[in-house]
């Protein structure tokens, strides 16, 4: 699977809009874009995920480059809930029949 | 829906010793893994199951790490003998047979080994 780069960490305001970057420029055409996001002492969970358009869901935005080099996951109005380490990962296809591949991910804090 | 069912949460042992972990997966899910969290890294990988075969085990320490799904549902993963180094968090997760979306994790079982 392809690598993917994130910060280590990134804080927020409570009902602040957060954008969580990853970049992932060796890309392959048919990788997909997943993020989970993994809250203290529990299993992660999905997010949301793309291949290249923009896409929405109740819990995120993701916003992928034209090139498709880099995405952005979004949330909106970030709550205290939203604290966790979030996973940006590529799959060859959907990650459902697909072993995931984590890297360190991005925690981010949210300060009420 | 319930989802993945772990147990034991917790779990201290001393090195050398023997330890079974158990994973019952959401109704009708066909694929099962096994992921080894250790502190301040993401999960990694340790076994994959269709449905009750294998599909990748390449990361399984085979010489002291053993998983069965039996009958296609409940998994257990031993470790026989445990090194300080197994201390970590067990994660299951399962997803549908296709074109699934996405993988639902259970809670996880933190085991110590001392």
């Known amino acids: 699977d392809a690598k993917t780069t994130q910060p280590n960490s990134m804080e927020s305001n409570e009902e602040e809009p957060v954008h969580l970057p990853c970049n992932h420029s060796?890309?392959?055409?048919?990788?997909?874009i997943h993020w989970y996001r993994q809250l203290p002492s529990q299993g992660p969970e999905y997010v949301i995920h793309g291949l290249t358009s923009n896409v929405n869901n109740r819990m995120a935005s993701l916003a992928i480059a034209e090139d498709r080099k880099s995405s952005t996951l979004i949330l909106h109005r970030a709550t205290l809930r939203d604290a966790a380490v979030y996973y940006c990962?590529?799959?060859?296809?959907?990650?459902?029949?697909?072993?995931?591949?984590f890297g360190k991910g991005t925690r981010l804090s949210v300060i009420a | 829906e319930a989802g993945v069912a772990q147990s034991p949460r917790y779990k201290i042992i001393e090195k050398r010793q023997s330890v079974a972990f158990w994973c019952n997966p959401i109704?009708?899910?066909?694929?099962l893994y096994w992921y080894q969290q250790i502190l301040g890294q993401g999960p990694k990988l340790l076994i994959q199951f269709q449905n009750n075969g294998v599909v990748d085990d390449s990361q399984l320490p085979k010489d002291r790490f053993s998983a069965e799904r039996l009958k296609g549902v409940d998994s257990t993963l031993k470790i026989q003998p445990a090194k300080l180094e197994d201390s970590a968090v067990y994660l299951c997760?399962?997803?549908?047979?296709?074109?699934?979306?996405?993988?639902?994790f259970g809670p996880g079982t933190r085991l110590t080994v001392l």
């Open positions: 990962i590529l799959t060859l296809g959907n990650s459902g029949n697909t072993p995931l591949v």
């Open positions: 109704s009708g899910h066909a694929t």
């Open positions: 060796t890309i392959s055409g048919t990788d997909y």
């Open positions: 997760a399962s997803s549908q047979a296709g074109l699934a979306d996405t993988q639902y």
